[in-house]
């Protein structure tokens, strides 16, 4: 129903994606980086990522009316499922139980890794304790999330689709691709581990991220609250996940949809991006084809304005969505603030219109202190994101760059915060042995 068909479905072939090697996963530097070898799958003649987004993409739903039709600032994200009651969610486990059952399989089932899990329905039942409330971390397009906790000890993030979220004809199909998806592996993405399908049933399985969503942090709710430089380490980690998407893959990854509600944060605040729920292979450089969609996809206030007048999707559409990230990150503020008045209501051109009037330090979340060195950080910050923010795709910067450049803003913000601590430190002893005489 959501899907989106892709013009150079045909001309991508290619399905298989590079396992990752662990060296790789988090490297501290992209100076360092080194492709990995390449473990292709057999060329199966369509574009697995394709069907995977078109099934996920009908579960995590975000259609937009087209641009000529709707205001990019006023779209809205369309769940047309109703979340299923408590009573329907017990009648389908118990349907479901007659169903087939399957799922991703290893030949060795002691072997668990990511990708590599074989799950029961009974796993998950139990795992869930029968999908019982009090294990429901979430609720989002797909259907509801639940926390899990396998036999092994394993935590584990259980989404079951809302009835009808899939297309029942993608459901054979769906299992090898699935497979493929699961080899994409970094410690800044959240790890797919599988997928069940059990009658009516269709259940991903992925990493549980304990510490909730960027946007909860951001928001400060439940007393979450992220200093300036946890936030640039965030930044960091988003853009190695999304680097590694567009450049270490077999084919490039375009995620689609990064949003602060995409980056879950574990307890040492570290970032894992989430919801591949669009992903869908990049254009294929040599011949320089992109990607055409029929419908456009993401997220209000996220959206490349190019995609969304032309439906033509590259990478630099992460950028554009990343730049808005880094923008959130630093205010604070969501991407679309529609209670403000009418100049701050959309925060990067707000945010933008402070940083070239040369007053950033006004954009800056109040939440944070504005000394010196946060306000050098946030200028070189808010640089990035004009970059990542150009209006044509062509003069954004890359996201490999995105995180060069972010790595050397932290660099500095530590070595200056070393020295303004040390100065002050100093300062104040100087003034206590003032005291004392
Ligand atoms: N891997 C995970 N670990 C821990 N919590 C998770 C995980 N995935 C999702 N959640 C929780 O479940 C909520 C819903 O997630 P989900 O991905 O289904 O929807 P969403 O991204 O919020 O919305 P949409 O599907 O419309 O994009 C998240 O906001 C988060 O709180």
Request: aromatic fraction near 8%.
């Amino acid at each position: 129903m959501t899907s989106s068909i892709s013009s150079s479905r045909s001309r991508n072939p290619s399905s298989g994606l590079r396992s990752t090697p662990d060296r790789f996963a988090n490297s501290p530097s992209f100076s360092s980086y080194s492709a990995p070898l390449v473990s292709r799958k057999p060329d199966s003649g369509r574009n697995p990522l394709t069907v995977v987004a078109r099934f996920i993409s009908g579960a995590f739903i975000a259609c937009f009316a087209p641009p000529e039709t709707a205001e990019w600032n006023n779209f809205k994200v369309s769940n047309e499922f109703g979340a299923p009651s408590v009573a329907s969610e017990t009648s389908r486990t118990t349907s479901g139980r007659q169903g087939r059952n399957r799922g991703i399989y290893s030949n060795s089932t002691k072997e668990r890794g990511p990708g590599n899990m074989n799950f029961t329905m009974d796993e998950i039942l139990k795992a869930t304790m029968n999908f019982n409330t009090a294990f429901k971390v979430g609720q989002g397009g797909f259907g509801t999330v639940y926390k899990g906790k396998l036999d092994d000890g394993i935590l584990v993030a259980i989404k079951r689709a809302k009835m009808g979220v899939y297309d029942k004809h993608l459901g054979v199909e769906f299992q090898s691709e699935v497979t493929t998806l699961a080899q994409v592996e970094h410690l800044n993405l959240v790890k797919f581990y599988g997928y069940l399908e059990h009658g009516d049933e269709r259940i991903l399985v992925m990493e549980y991220v304990p510490n909730g969503t960027l946007r909860e942090h951001l928001d400060g709710v439940n007393g979450k609250e992220l200093d300036f430089a946890a936030r640039l380490d965030i930044a960091i980690d988003v853009a190695h996940a999304i680097t590694y998407l567009h450049m270490y893959t077999d084919h490039p990854i375009i995620h689609r949809d990064i949003k602060s509600s995409n980056i879950l944060l574990t307890e040492r605040l570290r970032a894992k991006v989430a919801d591949f729920g669009f992903a869908r292979l990049a254009a294929d450089t040599d011949s320089g084809a992109t990607h055409v969609s029929t419908q456009v996809k993401g997220t209000a206030g996220y959206l490349d304005p190019e995609y969304l007048k032309t439906y033509h999707l590259t990478e630099k559409s992460d950028v554009y969505s990343f730049g808005v990230l880094l923008v959130e990150l630093v205010t604070g503020r969501r991407p679309i603030e529609s209670k403000r008045e009418l100049k701050e209501r959309i925060t990067p051109r707000w945010a933008m219109k402070k940083f070239t009037d040369g007053d950033a330090i006004s954009a800056l979340d109040p939440r944070l202190e504005p000394t010196a060195v946060t306000n050098l950080a946030l200028e070189k910050i808010l640089e990035l994101a004009l970059q990542c923010l150009a209006p044509r795709r062509q003069s954004r910067t890359s996201m490999r760059r995105c995180g060069e450049v972010l790595w050397s803003i932290r660099k500095d913000y530590r070595e200056q915060s070393v020295l303004d601590f040390r100065s002050l430190s100093s300062t104040s002893q100087r003034s206590a042995s003032v005291k004392e005489q």
